[in-house]
Each structure stands twice: as structure tokens, then as C-alpha cells.
């Protein structure tokens, strides 16, 4: 009868011990279920915004196309609304048209693929692959269509040349962690069962670090869009006829008078058209971004593609050295100022806060049953505490400097 007990008591405790397994396995399991989606919807997001970005601009310039059109018709054969381009660089032309019109479809299929409900895993692959397209196509768009001498097509070729490499090996990267965590996801169900409250701190920083993406994504997306349509139709306008040994037709016309000024006003536009991508391409792939020089990387990006920007506009809104020189140094002295006065701003919130915080804590202590002052104190500071995270956060200070 004693055994029998024994027995008993162990097979009690053996299903115990195993009903305790399967439920440690399905709770992580649904863990990771909830992680996926959450990372799922984030990826949809930003594929969308992304998607807006180059379907408007890359239909502005299929309808608009750089260096013009012909205004009127000539002997010579050309004919009133046909594109410059296509005659004085027919080639560059062509790259452009069917780069510009391959992002554009692109752009459209990512669309109309965020559009299929429960997607799930299926369209994960075929969103990123046409996306990477979209973005070649784009950068192949920019290239041809902004550049006409030497200077510039090595500029612009050198800048989205680098960029392609570093999308193209993320890409990669991407698949081959596909094929490993496919390959290892038993292996990680059993052991994160050990590492739950590790998994939660970790979820809470994701959750953190994607909230700032959200302001950081808009910003780069307007610095892109911004960028494009100025490489696309530069400062000055285009030359509508030809002249031996003068100008040709479609060139800038910034380019024959202002040569200096034009270059440096490519250099720039390009360098915050390209860093505003590699920005976007690294808010895509925020995985990486949980390593301290992701996060610089993503941060340095943005500042060039906004000082970028600056100078850019600095090169190409004016003719004479009086007015570039102002411009410059007013950038020169706001830059700083704006950063001195925002961090002199949360410094101050930061000392306000902690006042107001000794004064409502006594205050609730006082009244342990939270009286109506209790109340009264005790939402103002979910509210300090929410303006202080927003504050302190490093992209109030990226939004300060782009206004």
C-alpha cells in the first residue's frame, strides 16, 4: 500500500512538473506571439510612410521631368512638351525614366500588399525584397537625373554607390538571420522560459526605442522628400535651348554662371538625400539599433542630413557672398544657441519637477486616503512626468533643431 502511495504521489508530481513545462512553453510562446505582431505592425508602419515618400516624389518627377521641357517647336526636329533630357542625354534619361517608374511601381505593390489583411509572415519576405528594390530604383532616379558634368556624376555615383552596398548587405544579413532563427526557435522556446523578466526589461527598452523612431522616421522622410525634389529641379532652373560652346539645353543655368555654388549646392543636397535614406534604412532595421553605435550611427545620420540640408539651401538661395555669408553665419550662431536653450530647458523642467514632486509628496503623505488635495496632486504628476520623458528624450532635441 506504501508503494502504491509512492507511485501515486510521483505520478502526481511527474504531471504537475510537466503541466508546469507546457504552460511555461505556451506563455512564452504567446510572448513571442504578441513581440512578433508588435514588431509586424511597427515594420507595416514604416513601410507605409516609406512607400508615401517615394510614390510622391517619384510621380512629381515622371510628370515633371528633370532639365524640362521644350517650349516651342523647331526646325530641328524638336517638338513643344517633349523632355530636354531625352535629347541632349538621351542615356541618363533612360536610366532615369525606368528607375524613376520602377520605384513608383514598387512603391505602389508595398501599397496595396499592406492592404491584405492577416498577412502575417507570408508577404514579411516580398515586402522587404520590393522595398529594396523601391529604394534602388529611387537612388538610381536621383543619380541620373541630377547629374550632368563629371563632378557630379562621380558625387552622386561614390554616395548612392555606398549606400546600396549597405543596404544590399543588410538584406543579406536579413535573410541569413531568417534561415538561423528558424533553425533555432525550439532551442529558444525552451530556454526563454529561464529569461522572462530579462525579456520583459528588453520588450519595455523596444517599446521605448520605437517610440522615438516614430519622430525620427517623420523627419527623415521629410529631409528625403525635401532633398529629392530639389536634386530633381535645382536652384535657377534649366536652360530651354542650346548654344555652341555656351550651355546646352537642360543643364542648370546655375551651373554656367555659378559654378562653385552650384557644386556645393549638389554636394550638400545629395549628402542629405543619401544620409536621410541610410537614416530611414537604419529606423527599418531598428534590431540592430539595441548596440550603443547603431543608435550613433542613426543620430549622426540625422544631424548631416540636416546640416546637409542647411547648406544646401545656404549654396543654392543666394547669388552674391554678402547673402551667403549671412546665411551661414546665422545658421552658424542658431545651431548652437538652439542647443544651449534646450538643454538650459531641461535642466529647469527637470529642477521644476523635482520641487513640485517634494511639495505633492509631502502633500500625499499627509493625506494617506487621498482627499480631494490628494487628487489634485496626484494627476499633474503623471503629466510632469510624461512632458519630462518627452524633454529629456534625445529627439526633442533633433525636432528643436530641425525648427
Known amino acids: 500500500m506504501a508503494s502504491t502511495h509512492e507511485n501515486a504521489a510521483g505520478n502526481h508530481n511527474e504531471n504537475t512538473s510537466i503541466a508546469m513545462a507546457s504552460d511555461d512553453k505556451n506563455a512564452v510562446r504567446n510572448d513571442n506571439k504578441k ?32 532639365g524640362g521641357s521644350w517650349t516651342e517647336d523647331t526646325p530641328g526636329g524638336q517638338v513643344a512638351g517633349e523632355s530636354i533630357l531625352r535629347e ?6 533612360i536610366v532615369f525614366y525606368y528607375c524613376n517608374a520602377v520605384s513608383f511601381a514598387a512603391s505602389l505593390v508595398v501599397s496595396l500588399l499592406l492592404l491584405v489583411p492577416n498577412g502575417g509572415g507570408y508577404w514579411h519576405g516580398s515586402l522587404r525584397l ?9 537612388m538610381g532616379a536621383y543619380a541620373a537625373g541630377s547629374s550632368r558634368d563629371p563632378f557630379t556624376t562621380v558625387c ?50 523596444t517599446a521605448a526605442l520605437l ?25 535657377g532652373g534649366f536652360w530651354r535651348s542650346t548654344k555652341e560652346g555656351h550651355h546646352t539645353g537642360g543643364d542648370p543655368i546655375l551651373q554656367g554662371g555659378h559654378s562653385g555654388r552650384y557644386m556645393s549646392f549638389f554636394f550638400f543636397n ?94 500625499l503623505l499627509e493625506n494617506s486616503k487621498l482627499s480631494w488635495i490628494g487628487y489634485m496632486c496626484k494627476y499633474p504628476r503623471k503629466w510632469l512626468a510624461v512632458i519630462t520623458s518627452f524633454f529629456t528624450g534625445s529627439r526633442y532635441v533633433l525636432v528643436s533643431l530641425a525648427w
Request: charged share 15%; proline share 2%.
Open 35 to 66: 513581440a512578433a505582431m508588435t514588431a509586424e505592425f511597427q515594420l507595416k508602419k514604416y513601410l507605409l510612410l516609406l512607400a508615401t515618400l517615394v510614390a510622391t516624389v517619384t510621380y512629381v518627377a515622371g510628370l515633371n521631368l528633370p
Open 88 to 93: 541632349t542625354y538621351y542615356y541618363r534619361y
Open 130 to 138: 520590393i522595398m529594396v528594390i523601391d529604394l534602388f530604383g529611387l
Open 156 to 205: 552622386a555615383a561614390l554616395m548612392v554607390a555606398g549606400l546600396t552596398a549597405y543596404v544590399t548587405v543588410t538584406f543579406l544579413c536579413y535573410i541569413v538571420c531568417r534561415f538561423l532563427c528558424c533553425k533555432k526557435e525550439s532551442q529558444d522556446q525552451e530556454t526563454a522560459a529561464n529569461k522572462k523578466e530579462e525579456s520583459q526589461i528588453e520588450d519595455q527598452e
Open 211 to 235: 517610440a522615438e523612431h516614430e519622430i525620427l522616421m517623420v523627419l527623415a522622410i521629410f529631409v528625403a522628400t525635401v532633398a529629392y525634389v530639389a536634386g530633381m529641379n535645382p536652384p
Open 270 to 363: 545629395t549628402t542629405a538625400f543619401v544620409t536621410s535614406l541610410l537614416a530611414i534604412v537604419l529606423i527599418l532595421d531598428y534590431k540592430k539599433l539595441n548596440i550603443r553605435a547603431g543608435r550613433c550611427g542613426l543620430y549622426g545620420s540625422l544631424l548631416i542630413a540636416i546640416v546637409g540640408l542647411g547648406g544646401a539651401y545656404a549654396a543654392g538661395s543666394c547669388r552674391d557672398p554678402e547673402s551667403t555669408i549671412y546665411v551661414v553665419c546665422l545658421g552658424a550662431i542658431y545651431l548652437p544657441l538652439q542647443a544651449a536653450l534646450t538643454k538650459a530647458i531641461i535642466f529647469l523642467w527637470n529642477q521644476l519637477k523635482k520641487a513640485f514632486d517634494r511639495v505633492t509628496g509631502a502633500i
